[in-house]
């Protein structure tokens, strides 16, 4: 049998290890050097921890407001995304407790506030489970029910101006400074709805130290301002009565 030409052999085998060594190659084009860049993705501004809200405000950012001052036990009225009088008052409130300047107008240090309140002061070493404290230099009172605060709510007391009115039954005016009085009381009578007073009305008032009571008003500003009654907000005196029982310990002062 005749053998094939050694050329032959050879050039077969240099064949043969071209296609085994090519065999892990990768078969194709070279890659492009020209690939544009890809673009990145914008990162999400994000949302501000402390946003700036003033009366007026509406959103979501206002429901949260309401929802963390009613955990809280300051009543900013109904939870509906509107910074209105209602939470208006309940944010004096929580500032008067905290010592912080009293504005409308909400800033971050209010809400580091709220994220680490201060609790409310007693106002008497005597501390019974129920009873009222009412801070007369902050414009705010505490209910406490079972030992903890049920509500806290602003107020505005007497204004301490000099006025002259006439007492129920009397012919003649009293002249007196409008000022509510200090010291330790129960509360006393009632009425319900709108009581007429020689002095103006009063809504669902609470006899807590002879003619001074804790009643609802229309007006209740930032600032003292009755004859020397314990005014508070309508909506939180439409359920002020069914908190307070009578005879309750009600604790006046003011701290320095």
């Known amino acids: 049998m005749r053998g094939r030409p050694k050329s032959a052999v050879l050039l077969a085998g240099a064949v043969l ?6 065999a892990d190659k990768a078969v194709g084009p070279p890659p ?14 994000p949302t501000p921890t402390h946003p700036k809200l003033k009366p007026g405000a509406k959103g979501a950012d206002v429901e949260n407001l309401q929802r963390r ?21 309940a944010v004096w409130a929580f500032q008067a407790v905290n010592h912080m300047k009293q504005k409308g107008t909400l800033g971050k240090s209010f809400w580091e506030a ?6 409310p002061r007693p106002m008497a070493k005597k501390r019974e489970k129920d009873r009222v404290d009412v801070d007369l230099k ?6 406490y029910k079972d030992g903890r605060p049920r509500l806290i709510s602003h107020i505005s007391s007497g204004s301490g101006e000099y006025y002259c ?6 012919t003649v005016p009293r002249c007196r400074y409008a000022t509510t009085g200090t010291g330790d009381f129960r ?7 709108w009581e007429t007073s020689p002095l103006g009305r009063l809504y669902n008032p609470i006899y807590f130290n002879g003619g001074i009571a804790f009643h609802g008003a229309l007006d209740v500003p930032r600032d003292p301002a009755s004859h020397g009654c314990v005014r508070m907000p309508m909506h939180i005196a439409e359920y002020f ?6 005879k309750v310990p009600v604790h006046v002062r003011r701290p320095r």
Not at 165 to 170: E, M
């Open 114 to 119: 709220l994220d680490h309140p201060e609790q």
């Open 165 to 170: 009115a006439k007492d129920r039954g009397a």
């Open 241 to 246: 009565p069914d908190l307070l029982g009578t």
């Open 187 to 193: 509360t006393g009578r009632r009425a319900s709805g």
């Open 69 to 89: 001052l009613k955990e809280l036990n300051y009543d900013p009225g109904k939870v509906d995304g509107k910074y209105g009088p209602s939470t208006e008052t």
């Open 17 to 22: 290890l071209t296609a085994c060594n090519g």
């Open 138 to 143: 902050r414009q705010y009172l505490v209910l």
């Open 32 to 45: 492009s050097t020209s690939a544009k860049p890809t673009t990145p993705t914008p990162t999400p501004t």
